[in-house]
Structures are given as structure tokens and as C-alpha cells.
């Protein structure tokens, strides 16, 4: 079955890069998501690539998806205190019709020093 | 703001309460979920309704029980909880492959 693995934590200083990192083990076509918690929240999503992409980026988030390690990371550009929070890497196969389960990881808590 | 919307935010209910929690979604989308989350952990998926059916149950005790009276609202509907299933409950939809939308949760305390 899917498996996802994350660090559980990372501690970045206000204005620099922070980089989350994920692995998952599905050798299928994939959707790999990234999706942030608040404290008292539901999950956000912020972003999404499909397993034949290499790399997206939005604003300050860029995901880089390696295949062959089935490695994905998510970079945050000039981390700010607001993105202080856990963020889940989830990875789903790309079936068609009815619903879908993704499988998470644990979630890195990011913490962003003043 | 999210377009997933939970009811109530918070809930208190002791073992012997009957309460309900509702999750309302106007996307069009065709699954509906319902997961439980503990703190620092991830969600843990409860049941999926896919077509306002119920399509999976993953083992959940009889003391919760979901219902879908239409594509845009999920219930579920508590009885006798213990301590141990106060958590954050989270409703979620989706299309197909694309991704979960997720409501902000009710915070329920069980005491």
C-alpha cells in the first residue's frame, strides 16, 4: 500500500527559505499534494502536481517532484511568521470516477522565528 | 474562508448524549467525507460517501453514524461517545482525482 514520510519538524528564521520534504512509495500515476494546518483549522490546500510533472511553482511556493526517488519538497520563499504551521504531504493514485482516499504523511511543523 | 462549512464549531457532550454534526458544500462535488483528527496527527479517514452513497466505512464504531440526505449536506450523528473520540472532526469533498476541500472542523469534547 501507499506510504508518505515527512521530518516532523523545522524551525526557519523570518525572511529565509524553507524547504518541506516528503518521500511516498505508489508507483503509479500520482496526484502528490501539499496542504497546510492552522492551529483550530481544517487543511488548506496549497498546492498539487501530477506525477509527470518535475516542477510548479505559485507566488513564494515551488514544488519539485523527483521520480525516480519518489521524493517531493515544497519551498517557501521569504518564510514569514504566518507560515507557522503543519504541513501534510498527500499522495493519491490517479483513478477516475467516484471518490479517492489520499494517504498522508504526519505532517512537518513549521516554525518561524522573528 | 473555506467553501466547506461545519456546524458547530465546538461541541461538549457527555457518554450519554445524543448530538449531531453537519458539514454543508455547494462546489457540485460528488464525494463527501468524514475524518477524525487528533492533535499532531494526521486525519484519519471515517467514512466517504461518493454519489450520496455510502461507499467506505473504515471499521468506525456503531456509536457514529453517518448520513447524506443530498449531494451538498453530510451529517453525522453521535450516541454514547467515550472520552478517548474527543478530537477535531473534519468534513471534506471532492471531485474524482482533484484534490480535498476541507471545512475548519468541530472541536468535540467528550466528557
Known amino acids: 500500500g501507499e506510504d508518505v514520510e515527512q521530518s516532523l519538524f523545522l524551525s526557519v528564521r523570518e525572511g529565509d527559505s524553507s524547504v518541506i520534504n516528503c518521500t511516498y512509495t505508489?508507483?503509479?500515476?500520482?496526484?502528490l499534494y501539499w496542504y497546510k494546518q492552522e492551529p483550530g483549522a481544517g487543511l488548506q490546500l496549497l498546492t498539487y502536481i501530477f506525477s509527470n510533472m518535475d516542477m510548479k511553482q505559485d507566488q513564494r511556493l515551488t514544488v519539485l517532484l523527483n521520480k525516480k526517488d519518489k521524493h517531493l519538497s515544497l519551498r517557501i520563499a521569504d518564510t514569514q511568521t504566518g507560515d507557522s504551521a503543519i504541513y501534510f504531504c498527500?499522495?493519491?493514485?490517479?483513478?477516475?470516477?467516484?471518490?479517492?482516499?489520499?494517504?498522508f504523511g504526519r505532517g512537518t511543523s513549521l516554525i518561524v522565528h522573528p | 474562508d473555506t467553501e466547506v462549512t461545519q456546524t458547530p464549531k465546538h461541541l461538549v457532550m457527555g457518554m450519554t448524549n445524543k448530538k449531531s454534526l453537519k458539514c454543508e458544500q455547494h462546489m457540485g462535488h460528488r464525494a463527501m467525507y468524514w475524518y477524525k483528527q487528533k492533535a499532531k496527527k494526521p486525519p484519519e479517514l471515517m467514512f466517504v460517501?461518493?454519489?450520496?452513497?455510502?461507499?467506505i466505512n473504515e471499521s468506525v464504531p456503531s456509536r457514529f453514524s453517518p448520513e447524506c440526505p443530498n449531494s451538498s449536506l453530510l451529517n453525522l450523528h453521535l450516541h454514547a461517545l467515550q472520552p478517548e473520540d474527543s478530537a477535531l472532526y473534519l468534513c471534506?469533498?471532492?471531485?474524482?482525482?482533484?484534490?480535498?476541500?476541507f471545512g475548519n472542523g468541530t472541536r468535540l469534547t467528550v466528557t
Open positions: 460517501y461518493s454519489y450520496e452513497k455510502l461507499s
Open positions: 498527500a499522495e493519491s493514485p490517479a483513478a477516475s470516477g467516484g471518490s479517492y482516499i489520499p494517504t
Open positions: 471534506a469533498s471532492g471531485q474524482e482525482a482533484r484534490a480535498l476541500h
Open positions: 505508489d508507483s503509479s500515476s500520482t496526484y
